[in-house]
């Protein structure tokens, strides 16, 4: 599976909003954004030139793919299932994107940031329905119970995680979190007004419909 491994602070930077890729590191004054809320490169002092309205919907784009932690192939893949569904086509996209397995156990505050909840997932510690669910981009769907089945010891480190994350955000209300035992329940599918950063899936859609 393809993987980003350049520097994530640049990609704050580019974005120029803070995307919270590098867990509770984000909140403290080690920030890279914190401390140069500027584009990278060798000529980020010089004036900024009006964007077009292409570069916006590109930019917003590659935001989005940033935040969920993927590669241009997948997240294409999953705004073609998101045009072929029932529904608007952006709203169905961030319900595809919110409803990931690995960003419900992070939504969760089970780990520290995306990348850390997909190797929990990898790690085959997550089962759905008494099935080991091992594929970070599976699809939870309404009604469903996540668990997470480890050793103790790997159990008490999730907590933790939840203790430390709830401390700078929290669930969202579309998911049910049980701490102690550790399982998640899918109580309805979530709606933009869910998201805990701003995204505007329209210029996505059009972007991806000319």
């Not at 995307?19 to 980020?44: Q, V």
């Not at 292409?54 to 241009?72: N, S």
């Not at 073609?80 to 969760?108: C, M, P, W, Y």
């Not at 899936?201 to 419909?209: A, D, G, M, N, R």
Request: net charge positive.
């Amino acid at each position: 599976m393809g993987r980003y491994l350049e520097a994530k602070c640049r990609l704050c930077r580019r974005a120029d909003m803070k995307l919270f890729l590098k867990g509770p590191r984000c909140i403290t004054e080690k920030c890279s954004y914190a401390k140069r809320p500027t584009p990278p490169g060798m000529h980020h002092n010089q004036r900024k030139p009006k964007s077009s309205y292409y570069a916006l919907q590109l930019r917003e784009k590659q935001k989005v793919k940033q935040i969920y932690g993927m590669l241009e192939r997948q997240f294409a893949r999953f705004f073609r299932l998101a045009s072929k569904s029932k529904g608007a086509t952006g709203r169905v996209l961030i319900q595809l994107l919110e409803r990931r397995i690995d960003n419900v156990i992070f939504r969760s505050l089970f780990a520290l940031s995306r990348n850390q909840a997909r190797q929990i997932v990898r790690h085959g510690f997550v089962f759905i329905g008494g099935k080991r669910a091992d594929i970070p981009s599976y699809i939870v769907r309404e009604g469903e119970t996540i668990e997470i089945k480890a050793k103790d010891s790997i159990k008490q480190g999730i907590r933790d995680n939840h203790e430390i994350s709830a401390k700078e955000r929290s669930s969202p209300v579309w998911i049910q979190v049980d701490k102690d035992n550790l399982s998640i329940k899918i109580v309805r599918l979530p709606e933009k007004e869910d998201l805990a950063v701003s995204i505007n899936e329209q210029l996505i859609v059009e972007l991806y419909s000319k």
